[in-house]
């Protein structure tokens, strides 16, 4: 997916240097904390509810790392994200 994205919005000439994502584990620590946590509360209501918060924190952090590309070519920077539609951000090598 990032590979095929990135070769769309390249211009001609243009050459990719690194393509990287976000560390997977980073992005995990906060919604397995809070699953971890939860856990010996689901006898009580307040544990359900904090075990199906953060069930969807954890799916949705899954979902945005799959999502985001981070690229440096010879002209600028590429950040692409977005889970649903997809956005990306850049700037000029000579800029930065």
């Not at 990032?2 to 211009?11: A, G, N, Q, R, T």
Request: glycine share 4%; no cysteine.
């Amino acid at each position: 997916m990032s590979e095929k994205y990135l070769k769309e919005i390249l211009v001609e000439d243009e050459v990719v240097y690194i393509s990287l994502k976000p560390r997977l584990s980073r992005m995990l620590v906060a919604p397995a904390i809070l699953l971890v946590v939860s856990i010996p509360l689901i006898a009580i209501y307040i544990g359900v509810f904090l075990f199906i918060i953060a069930t969807i924190w954890f799916i949705y952090r899954i979902l945005l790392w799959r999502s985001v590309i981070y690229a440096l070519t010879n002209r600028r920077v590429i950040i692409k994200m977005g889970i649903i539609g997809t956005k990306h951000n850049e700037a000029p090598i000579d800029k930065i």
